[in-house]
């Protein structure tokens, strides 16, 4: 059902709350800051309350149903992270209050610090960036940094795969450097010659995901790590696949000397629009100062805020950066220990295996290697004219949230599942049901995804007059 806005309600004299009458006497605004005629509806409490629970429940979250929502792992999260994130001490904490009072925080910063240097093997890290692409482009001014301080001025290109994330480009291009893209291989892998090729004394580094956006480990990835370094290149790990490999292996391991994390994303903090998000960022120790400032540091038994680092490159955000998403971050690291993110990481990768086997008998895939923690199938060559948009749209109708579509780029009508690890075994068998229904749909009666979605309060919209006649304001009538 299409809710109306809450001015259909509207009748002169309704009211939902009534002020007592001031025993003062009111002060007297002058005239020019009165206005007269302003739409504001009068609705009783049972209409006002009934308008927003409906419009409360329209949407479709993770805590509403199935969200295979690939490459930004909109997994559930515990509700006990929102919990210790709004705990008053550190909800109401003036970010001015000096060390020595704030130590609890400073401890929580450090400790988290540790956690994550543990889990990706890096020697040094930083909180500071605000989220995914605020990482990344952390990184990047560490590798222009790096090479300015050493004087190799002339290093003024970044190599990124055709797989990649599309804030990789973007990121590479806002720190100043020239994007240099090297194709996959046949096994979605990075083409191990083309890198070679696109290699010179130009190159100042390369940003890779590992797993990728396929979906797939490069099992290259310590001879391409070894190929970048070998012209005095640094490497970044995207780190926004971590949940497939977190407790199994580590970036540093690989050869990485970068990696920036997604706190919102692998470490148990909402995504999207549950923002706002925390991008930490992890170095070699070669590197270490380079990072931005402050860090957090622990002397004599105190914690404090390090801004002394001889090379970094300052600051990326405010005071100690997103510091409430930190804590609900520590508190899943804590809660799940080192086997529970272990676990995690093998839970999401069976379930996304287990989904795969179950659906590519009746959808195309490009590349046949087991997946990680998400997979690629693709639209192309469906009957009747249906495309990778007709199939999302059904999936609404069936009460799931579409899945990633048209992405990654190098897969021709991609669809990316990502089932996470938070879904039962009795959830994906009723997503694979759902899936085939729509494929048999797609022989028999293509006229109903061609409509998709029905049920919705939204039918499906004209997305080019939408994207380019957008309607954004709220009208009266």
């Known amino acids: ?20 009458k001031s025993a003062g006497k009111a002060a007297e605004l002058s005239k020019g800051m009165k206005r007269n005629g302003i739409p504001i509806p009068e609705v009783s409490e049972v209409e006002a309350v009934r308008h927003f629970t409906r419009l409360s429940s329209l949407n479709f979250g993770v805590d509403s149903g199935f969200y295979p929502l690939g490459s930004c792992t909109m997994k559930y999260n515990p509700k006990l992270n929102e919990k210790t994130s709004s705990l008053p001490e550190f909800a109401c904490l003036h970010p001015l209050v000096p060390a020595h009072a704030s130590q609890g925080v400073l401890q929580i910063i450090f400790e988290l610090q540790e956690y994550l240097k543990e889990i990706t093997g890096m020697k040094a890290c930083s909180l500071q960036p605000a989220a995914g692409a605020s990482g990344e482009l952390t990184g990047l001014l560490i590798i222009k940094k790096y090479h300015q301080v050493n004087k190799n001025l002339h290093k003024n290109e970044i190599i990124i795969p055709d797989s990649a994330h599309g804030t990789n480009p973007a990121s590479v291009a806002m720190a100043g450097f020239k994007v240099v893209e090297v194709k996959s291989d046949e096994r979605g892998w990075v083409d191990l010659a083309g890198l070679r090729a696109a290699v010179n004394e130009n190159t100042a580094g390369l940003m890779i995901t590992n797993p990728n956006t396929l979906g797939l480990f490069d099992g290259n990835i310590m001879e391409i790590a070894s190929i970048i370094h070998q012209q005095n290149g640094l490497v970044h790990y995207d780190g926004a696949n971590l949940n497939a490999v977190m407790g ?13 994390l997604n706190l919102h994303k692998t470490f148990g903090a909402p995504h999207g629009g549950g923002g706002p998000g925390s991008g930490p960022v992890g170095v070699a ?12 540091g622990k002397k004599d038994g105190k914690y404090f805020l390090d801004f002394s680092l001889p090379h970094s490159i300052g600051k990326m955000m ?36 287990y989904l ?6 009746y959808y195309k895939r490009e590349f046949s290697q ?10 192309a060559n469906l009957p009747n004219g249906i495309h990778t948009l007709d199939i999302a749209k059904r999936l609404l109708d069936y009460g799931c949230h579409a899945p990633t579509i048209y992405f990654p780029l190098i897969v021709k009508e991609a669809i990316m599942v990502e089932p996470t690890e938070t879904e039962s075994r009795e ?18 009666s293509p006229d109903l995804l061609k409509n998709a979605p029905v049920t919705t309060p939204v039918r499906r919209l004209d997305e080019v007059t939408a994207a380019r006649k957008p309607e954004l304001r709220y009208g009266c009538t």
């Open 427 to 444: 959830n994906l068998d009723l997503f694979a049901e759902i899936m085939k229904k729509i494929r048999t749909e797609a022989d028999s």
């Open 356 to 361: 795969l086997k179950k659906l590519e008998a």
């Open 318 to 353: 405010g005071f100690w950066g997103n510091f409430l998403v930190m804590v609900k971050s520590y508190t899943y690291i804590r809660m799940l220990g080192a086997a529970g993110l272990k676990e995690a990481s093998e839970t999401a990768v069976l379930n996304a295996n």
């Open 248 to 260: 199994k292996c580590r970036p540093y391991d690989m050869g990485f000397d970068i990696v920036h």
């Open 285 to 296: 120790e070669k590197l270490k100062d380079f990072l931005p400032v402050p860090v957090a």
């Open 1 to 20: 059902m299409k809710e109306k806005l809450i001015h259909a309600y509207h009748q002169t004299g309704k009211r939902a709350l009534r002020f007592p």
């Open 370 to 379: 087991h997946c990680m923690h998400e997979f690629v199938l693709s639209g």
